[in-house]
């Protein structure tokens, strides 16, 4: 999304991302940010909230209108209403879609490898663990 922000910015329009993960798009070069740390997922709040997405799009409209200087990122004053660590457990599924599924046995398959290779690897006398 910053790539075609800036391409957007190039032809004359300003723009603006709502964004939960606001180093990396400091980092690629978004012209303007508003920051939330909601969960993945919950760009603009809660789902069903209308209140809480609005105040969030009134943000970002006003971080629009107000930064002066390219990069800027913003964060918002909005907070999620609900403890994180609930919030982070509410957000998964039941059940795992069908391709989390599948992939799971590779992936756990490739982290047995990893910590096996770790485990192998000759160990440095000057490394701290």
């Given at each position: 999304?910053?790539?075609?922000?800036?391409?957007?910015?190039?032809?004359?329009?300003?723009?603006?991302?709502?964004?939960?993960?606001?180093?990396?798009?400091?980092?690629?070069?978004?012209?303007?940010?508003?920051?939330?740390?909601?969960?993945?997922?919950?760009?603009l709040g809660q789902p069903h909230n209308i209140p809480q997405q609005k105040k969030v799009l009134i943000q970002a409209l006003d971080v629009l209108k107000s930064a002066k200087e390219p990069g800027?990122?913003?964060?918002?004053?909005?907070?999620?209403?609900?403890?994180?660590?609930?919030?982070?457990?509410?957000?998964?599924?039941?059940?795992?879609?069908?391709?989390?599924?599948?992939?799971?046995?590779?992936?756990?398959?490739?982290?047995?490898?990893?910590?096996?290779?770790?485990?192998?690897?000759?160990?440095?006398?000057?490394?701290?663990?």
């Amino acid at each position: 999304m910053p790539v075609l922000a800036r391409t957007f910015e190039a032809a004359g329009f300003s723009t603006i991302l709502v964004s939960q993960i606001p180093y990396l798009v400091e980092t690629v070069g978004a012209p303007r940010t508003l920051a939330v740390e909601f969960p993945l997922g919950h760009t603009l709040g809660q789902p069903h909230n209308i209140p809480q997405q609005k105040k969030v799009l009134i943000q970002a409209l006003d971080v629009l209108k107000s930064a002066k200087e390219p990069g800027t990122v913003i964060h918002s004053r909005e907070i999620w209403p609900v403890p994180q660590k609930e919030a982070l457990k509410d957000w998964q599924p039941k059940e795992p879609s069908p391709l989390i599924k599948m992939m799971t046995p590779h992936f756990l398959e490739m982290a047995r490898e990893q910590r096996k290779a770790r485990r192998d690897a000759p160990q440095d006398k000057n490394r701290r663990n």
